[in-house]
């Protein structure tokens, strides 16, 4: 049985400064509530290809364990 690879994972950004870590079903959506936080400045870049909330929910947890900003 296939499974859904339709989570993105991503980098909040300003400028080159890493803000957050994170993954969502819709970038531009969560781009959108994000600068309704942070102000216009902030962008997000996608990081790899998609994939399943499982495997993001792993990447999540790697990216708290090296140091970076994860949650809302």
């Known amino acids: 049985m296939p499974t859904n690879r ?3 994972k991503y980098y ?3 400028g080159n400064k ?3 870590a ?3 079903n819709d970038l531009q959506r969560r781009e959108y509530e ?3 936080k942070y102000g216009n ?3 997000i870049k996608q990081v790899g290809n998609r ?3 499982e495997a ?8 708290r364990e090296n140091g970076k900003p994860v949650g809302s």
Do not use: M, S
């Open 6 to 8: 339709d989570i993105y």
């Open 22 to 24: 994170g993954i969502t």
């Open 12 to 14: 909040l950004k300003r």
């Open 51 to 53: 994939t399943t909330r």
């Open 56 to 63: 993001g929910f792993q990447w999540e947890a790697e990216q």
């Open 34 to 36: 994000h600068q309704q």
């Open 18 to 20: 890493i803000l957050h």
């Open 41 to 43: 400045k902030v962008h």
